[in-house]
């Protein structure tokens, strides 16, 4: 039965106009707002331009976006989106223009001024390229509709965050060596409210994964229409409470935070939020050449004694893939 969709539903759903925001080899003055834009050879320019980044030296690097100003505009608190955007394009040798903490101290928060105003304001200014946050789930789509700047979302209320799933990628292929078609993907957690979860999921079956499964409680189980949209696109999905035998069979396991924040009281946030602990115990289960992810912020999904297991990959690894990840993004988008 279809249930009603609540929450984190498809991006198509948003816009009538799928094609002029497809993204098909040709990167440049595209916005990114959605990893439904993607074709599979949009995200392995990604990953190839990556690599090749990383590899230049630190003066090469100063020269790939000399000349260009940046503005990374957040109206959610962040720690690794908003630092390795930053980074990644002071890196590349941009000028930066950091706005942290938009929510507390913009002219939206207490003025009264529409996010739509100040991204028009952001264009007077004269900037190349804005990377947003915002708690909205169609404020990407919004952004990007009254600027000819790009866009490229940062995390987009409880829809999408697709510079994230782009990092996640590269680290399953940097850390499994395998393809997306060979590999079982677990994520547990909170799939209701997680958007590096529906970006991810989205992004994986676009890159030819036919295996998931979705372990969470009732109450934040993953959207039906994305559950729908995954099989339409040939993913095998199993829904399921019992995460000791589903870590058993993954190849990936993918854990999330409980999204506090879109909880209606903190009564039901406690009914959910330590429900899948992932211990020294259930790692015991999981194969030997599987590996645990997370985008972090992590509060207590994942026991300490874990992050020395080495098929903890969260840190340093899959947050250090996040800065030439968003590097490779701005570079397409701003040189092609
Ligand atoms: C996530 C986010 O903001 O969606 N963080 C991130 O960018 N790595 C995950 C979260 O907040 O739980």
Do not use: C
Not at 10 to 22: A, C, S
Not at 118 to 139: C, G
């Amino acid at each position: 039965m279809v249930q009603k969709i609540e929450t984190g539903d498809i991006f198509t759903e948003l816009n009538e106009n799928g094609e002029q925001w497809r993204i098909d080899g040709d990167w440049r003055g595209k916005d990114l707002i959605s990893v439904e834009q993607l074709s599979r050879e949009a995200v392995d320019q990604v990953l190839v331009t990556a690599d090749y980044l990383e590899r230049l030296s630190k003066l090469e690097q100063k020269q790939v976006l000399a000349g260009k100003d940046v503005g990374v505009a957040f109206w959610q608190d962040s720690t690794r989106t908003y630092s390795s955007s930053v980074l990644a394009a002071t890196r590349l040798g941009a000028d930066v223009l950091g706005l942290h903490g938009m929510h507390a101290y913009s002219s939206t928060y207490k003025k009264g001024e529409s996010l739509e105003k100040t991204i028009e304001t952001l264009e007077a200014l004269e900037l190349n390229l804005i990377v947003l946050r915002h708690p909205d789930d169609d404020s990407g789509l919004r952004a990007a509709q009254v600027t000819k700047i790009p866009i490229v979302s940062g995390g987009a209320g409880k829809l999408e965050h697709p510079t994230q799933a782009l990092l996640d990628v590269r680290t399953i292929r940097a850390e499994t060596g395998r393809r997306a078609e060979d590999l079982h993907l677990v994520f547990v957690g909170d799939l209701k409210y997680g958007r590096t979860v529906h970006s991810l999921s989205k992004l994986m079956a676009i890159m030819g994964n036919k295996r998931m499964t979705l372990v969470a409680t009732d109450e934040v189980k993953m959207p039906r229409g994305l559950v729908k949209w995954l099989v339409s696109q040939g993913v095998d999905v199993e829904e399921t409470s019992d995460l000791r035998a589903a870590v058993r069979e993954a190849d990936i396991i993918y854990d999330t935070r409980v999204q506090r924040e879109w909880f209606d009281s903190e009564e039901e946030y406690l009914k959910v939020k330590s429900a899948f602990q992932i211990n020294s115990e259930v790692m015991k289960l999981v194969k030997s050449d599987a590996i645990l992810m997370h985008p972090l912020p992590m509060v207590d999904e994942i026991a300490p004694e874990v992050d020395a297991d080495p098929r903890a990959v969260y840190l340093p690894q899959q947050v250090n893939h996040g800065l030439w990840t968003r590097g490779a993004i701005m570079t397409l988008i701003l040189e092609g």
